[in-house]
């Protein structure tokens, strides 16, 4: 699996030089969950393709922007799920975006989940890799060469509150819940990019992420296999608690389609008890 961390590092220098100096406007086409495509969208989507595709350990590749499975080596050993550049639409803004990567060993699921890695393109590109079973690590490009920065470790109790999803379609006890921890002094950190929001609770000790079902996303918004479940298995790592509406762990889901979606909470302990509780899960 170190190969393919090796290459993600790789990738990511060549999707930054693609984000600081190409053309941000849309491609006449939509992906596969019928999101409008950037022109960044598909040229990073290409970098990632043309860097695993040859790769004798990859079976698979499954990309957001694309709505087949890609077939690689029959006897490839891992399937990899990739969101190119998730929040491509805020860069535009000059805001901190991602890729996000999810290796699976077998058919893709929170079981066959080995692996997970993103990318935060801001003021600094880090990337962050993950291998089951043990700590994520926090890598930085620094002085021309990603250094090992450190391990990550969530704490039990956080100050950030990202909050996600449009609040007039938030539900009545999703708007109580919320504000609950507004009113205990939790900050509002949130930027529309999923990788840079959570990325920020893992790093600066704890919070919540959370994006709900709505009235205009019923099953949220955010991807299962290349979004939400690479996510679930850091935080887990980290020491955190990734669950659903209905406090199912997310690596625990059945996946109907490479491109369904679903409501997603992210946070350490304290956060997440405190939203079963108020939930009236168990
Ligand atoms: P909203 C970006 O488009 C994205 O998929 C995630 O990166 C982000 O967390 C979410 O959408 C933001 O959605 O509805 O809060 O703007």
């Given at each position: 699996m170190q190969t393919i961390f090796d290459t993600i590092k790789e990738v990511s220098l060549k999707i930054d030089e693609i984000i600081i100096n190409e053309d941000l406007g849309y491609v006449d086409e939509t992906n596969a969950t019928g999101d409008q495509q950037l022109k960044l969208d598909v040229a990073c989507d290409i970098i990632i393709e043309k860097a695993f595709?040859?790769?004798?350990?990859?079976k698979a590749l499954i990309s957001e922007e694309k709505e087949d499975v890609m077939e690689c080596h029959?006897?490839?050993k891992y399937t990899l799920c990739y969101?190119?550049?998730?929040?491509?639409?805020i860069v535009d803004a000059n805001l901190a975006v991602g890729a996000i990567f999810a290796i699976y060993?077998?058919?893709?699921?929170g079981d066959t989940l080995v692996g997970a890695s993103y990318v935060v393109f801001g003021p600094r590109i880090e990337v962050v890799t993950l291998v089951r079973g043990e700590k994520p690590i926090r890598y930085r490009y620094i002085n021309g060469a990603y250094q090992l920065f450190h391990e990550i470790q969530l704490g039990?109790?956080?100050?950030?509150n990202a909050s996600g999803g449009s609040q007039k379609h938030w539900q009545d006890h999703h708007i109580k819940f919320i504000h609950g921890l507004f009113a205990d002094g939790y900050r509002l950190r949130y930027s529309g990019g999923m990788v840079p929001d959570l990325h920020q609770i893992l790093v600066k000790g704890g919070g919540l992420f959370s994006y709900p079902s709505t009235a205009d996303n019923p099953n949220g918004k955010?991807?299962?296999?290349?979004?939400?479940l690479p996510f679930a298995l850091i935080y887990e790592a980290a020491g955190g608690i990734a669950i659903d509406e209905k406090g199912r762990r997310l690596l625990e889901l059945t996946v109907s389609h490479p491109h369904a979606r679903t409501p997603c909470f992210f946070g350490s302990r304290y956060e997440i008890n405190r939203f079963k509780d108020e939930y009236g899960i168990e």
């Open positions: 595709r040859d790769n004798p350990e990859i029959e006897d490839g969101d190119p550049l998730d929040g491509s639409s060993e077998g058919e893709p699921s039990e109790k956080g100050h950030i955010l991807r299962i296999l290349f979004e939400v």
